[in-house]
T-cell receptor, first 110, second 114 residues
């Protein structure tokens, strides 16, 4: 069965500290992985996807098929990064149905 | 473009009632997916509509049904409401159904079942 696990409900860091939001997935085939973000009082929006290999707002994520992980990283956290982050998976070549993790709330302290 | 819009914003129903939620996709999009987000959980896929047909369905009972209209807007219907149906219902639209096509989410409809 396809599953996404985000082990941390809350991650609190100070401004300027490095950030790593963990995401592990369970899927035997070729997955497509995404990070979605939800800022306070805003709708869910795509942050980045592994296939594009982009860096968005200083965030990067590398797909590690050996460890079945897709951790989100940023070297220096900013207060405006405070938000709810969801890791999601879809099955490559199929529909774009998304399977979400439970989310991690990132709180960046001044 | 207002993006994906949903109505109503909030809704309160009692057990056993029926509810209809509505979604208008982003301009140019033809595919609508519905998700249920319970408190403290990530969104869970309900079903997806493309070309006015249900293309894929998640693990939800038949009490959950939907429809897509020729203008690509969509409705989600839930019959015989249970307390456990209380959640935020999200609509997402995309262009086509293949994987990799970005889904754009609406603000959601908050359903409370008493």
């Amino acid at each position: 069965a396809q599953r996404v696990t985000q082990p941390e409900k809350l991650l609190s860091v100070f401004k300027g500290a490095p950030v790593e939001l963990k995401c592990n997935y369970s899927y035997s085939g070729s997955p497509e992985l995404f990070w979605y973000v939800q800022y306070s009082r805003q709708r869910l929006q795509l942050l980045l996807r592994h296939i594009s290999r982009e860096s968005i707002k200083g965030f990067t994520a590398d797909l590690n098929k050996g460890e079945t992980s897709f951790h989100l990283k940023k070297p220096f956290a900013q207060e405006e990064d405070s938000a709810m982050y969801y890791c999601a998976l879809s099955v490559y070549g199929a529909t774009n149905k998304l399977i979400f993790g439970t989310g991690t709330l990132l709180a960046v302290q001044p | 473009d207002a993006g994906v819009t949903q109505s109503p914003t909030h809704l309160i129903k009692t057990r056993g009632q029926q509810v209809t939620l509505r979604c208008s996709p982003k301009s140019g999009h033809d595919t609508v997916s519905w998700y249920q987000q319970a408190l403290g959980q990530g969104p869970q896929f309900i079903f997806q509509y493309y070309e006015e047909e249900e293309r894929q369905r998640g693990n939800f009972p038949d009490r959950f049904s939907g429809h897509q209209f020729p203008n690509y807007s969509s409705e989600l219907n839930v019959n015989a409401l249970l307390l456990g149906d209380s959640a935020l219902y999200l609509c997402a639209s995309s262009l086509g159904v293949p994987s990799g096509h970005e889904q754009f989410f609406g603000p959601g409809t908050r359903l409370t079942v008493l």
